[in-house]
């Protein structure tokens, strides 16, 4: 049994109380103990009631000791056998500390990445590509089975306007420039030729209706996409599981539509087909009044889709705040179509912006998208200048690894202001920072006792006599499960990266007060701290590995 439920049962014993009332914290100073309860507040039982639970905790193999502050929360302290035991824990169970059987027998989609074909890659799909990925690894690592889906816009009457350029122009050689700027250009002509929208729409409602000229366009253009989209996939280590997108709900839609009418959900409006949302004021298009479909009617039958191939407990999308009233309306409607109902949750996360530094889009920077892909080669460039022997395959682990935790360190809905130097900060909060901490946990382990393997974890020979420094470690590294289940559970891999940050703090700090080779005598013994060198390494490791980032063991 884990540490926090052998003390939340301790205390649920104690007062009386059922273990899911008790809510458990880590105090923000050290010196009030290890975890604290505000349990006799939440029974009103007042500081005298605090007292009888403090008393009816009797100490034992995990608890140390136990005290009352404030108006009533209580102290618990864990013993220190228990953290010192935890470095062998850590040790032992290397990549696996941290894991939980939580999820089991449970499955979870991942809606993530979903840029949108003809258009490059922009900067504003990598937070959900990383975020999305993030939690996609922190689902699976708490047992649940994960299904990533690459939800790409290809779909939708934007592609008629395409289509209708490149039946037109019919360049010789297509790329993602070409496209975009055919997209432009149409839209230029169409305010001057108003006819162009209609003959627009007629090409999407061609390809939509099997047109082979219009299929055949289409596919170019997805085909184009998808070799940049993947050249990025690459570079960001990245892979998602399935990459179904609009276009695969193509001959699914129908069905949404027949049940929408069928059910009386869905009602005619100048010609469209909309769904009326209880409690919200703009209703939802399914059908145009041009007979095409729309984004909605394409997650609807996503949903629909999703629940009969996978019955997941769980949808996660990961997409823009932007979007959120759209969801909301997404959501309501799928449970008035009976595709869900509350065995399955459906969360929008709701990310951020980048920013530049003027506050404005980053996006539209001096007036043209700012592509990704140089983004990502330049944090390249910018790694290997970190330090002389850097070589290629490190700076692409250096150089990612500060953007993904650059993004991440954030919390999800906040806007995030672009910002190359923090990202390499190597005293501060950064990817490189962490990275670095860990080749150091690394080095050190090869220089004192020349391999991982060999380190020896005879715990009776450590004493129970630590410093400061040491006594912070290990009140650390024991919490790394907690928060990568809180993490999941809030989607919040920003939880992650403050607990790796301050783990790294720790150490540093330790690592710079005392040798680790020669320990003066009386204290612990250089085994022990090697061991917990080890330890950190490994939490880092793991924690990173989580966040999508490489940890190189030389930097
Ligand atoms: N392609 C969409 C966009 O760029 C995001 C798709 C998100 N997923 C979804 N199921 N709608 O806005």
């Given at each position: 049994m884990d540490m926090r439920t052998h003390v939340r049962e301790a205390v649920a014993r104690a007062a009386g109380a059922e273990p899911d009332q008790v809510k458990l914290e880590h105090p923000e100073l050290a010196q009030n103990g290890d975890y604290s309860t505000n349990i006799a507040l939440v029974l009103k039982k007042g500081k005298a009631g605090a007292e009888k639970i403090k008393n009816a905790i009797k100490p034992d193999n995990v608890i140390a000791k136990v005290e009352v502050a404030g108006p009533g929360f209580i102290n618990i302290w864990i013993r220190n056998e228990v953290l010192v035991s935890i470095v062998k824990e850590v040790i032992t169970q290397a990549?696996?500390?941290?894991?939980?059987?939580?999820?089991?027998g449970k499955r979870v989609i991942i809606d993530y990445s979903a840029p949108n074909i003809a258009k490059a890659f922009g900067i504003g799909h990598l937070r959900s590509t990383i975020i999305g990925q993030a939690l996609y690894n922190l689902y699976r690592f708490l047992g649940f089975e994960t299904i990533g889906d690459n939800h790409l816009g290809d779909w939708g009457t934007q592609f008629g306007k395409l289509l209708y350029m490149l039946d037109r122009e019919n360049p010789k050689r297509l790329n993602i420039e070409v496209l975009e700027e055919m997209y432009v250009r149409f839209h230029q002509m169409a305010q001057e030729d108003k006819s162009l929208e209609e003959k627009a729409r007629e090409w999407f409602v061609k390809l939509e209706q099997g047109d082979a000229t219009a299929r055949n366009l289409w596919k170019q253009c997805w085909d184009v996409s998808m070799a940049e989209f993947y050249r990025i996939y690459d570079l960001l280590g990245v892979k998602i599981d399935e990459t179904l997108g609009e276009s695969f709900y193509e001959d699914k839609m129908g069905a949404v539509i027949e049940e929408a009418k069928k059910k009386g959900l869905a009602h005619e409006s100048e010609g469209a087909w909309v769904i009326e949302i209880p409690g919200m004021e703009v209703p939802l298009m399914i059908l145009k009044s041009d007979g095409a479909t729309t984004y909605a009617t394409r997650d609807l039958a996503t949903i629909a889709y999703r629940m009969k191939r996978w019955q997941p407990v769980k949808i996660i999308y990961e997409v823009g705040g932007e979007q959120g009233l759209y969801f909301a309306q997404i959501f309501q409607a799928a449970k008035m179509l009976g595709y869900t109902d509350e065995r399955t949750e459906l969360v929008h996360t709701k990310h951020g912006l980048y920013l530049d530094t003027d506050g404005k889009k980053f996006s539209t920077r001096k007036g043209k998208t700012v592509k990704l892909e140089e983004i990502l080669l330049e944090a390249v460039e910018r790694a290997k200048k970190l330090g002389e022997d850097v070589n290629e395959e490190t700076a692409r682990k250096v150089g990612i690894g500060a953007i993904k935790y650059f993004d991440l360190?954030?919390?999800?809905q906040s806007d995030i202001v672009f910002d190359w130097e923090k990202m390499f900060e190597l005293q501060g909060n950064s990817g490189p920072y962490l990275q670095y901490t860990y080749a150091r946990t690394q080095s050190i382990i090869s220089k004192v006792?020349?391999?991982?393997?060999?380190?020896?974890?005879?715990?009776?020979?450590?004493?129970?006599?630590?410093n400061d420094e040491e006594l912070a470690g290990l009140r650390w590294i024991y919490r790394f499960p907690e928060v990568v289940e809180e993490a999941a559970n809030r989607y919040s891999p920003n939880l992650v990266c403050n607990y790796l940050f301050e783990l790294a703090a720790r150490f540093n700090t330790f690592y710079n007060k005392h040798s680790i080779l020669t320990p003066p005598e009386g204290g612990q013994t250089k085994q022990f701290r090697v061991a917990m060198t080890a330890a950190v390494g490994q939490v880092l490791y793991n924690g990173l590995n989580l966040l999508g980032i490489e940890a190189p063991e030389v930097m």
């Open positions: 990549r696996d500390f941290g894991k939980s059987s939580s999820g089991l360190k954030h919390g999800v006792q020349g391999s991982k393997s060999s380190i020896q974890l005879d715990t009776e020979s450590w004493t129970l006599n630590f």
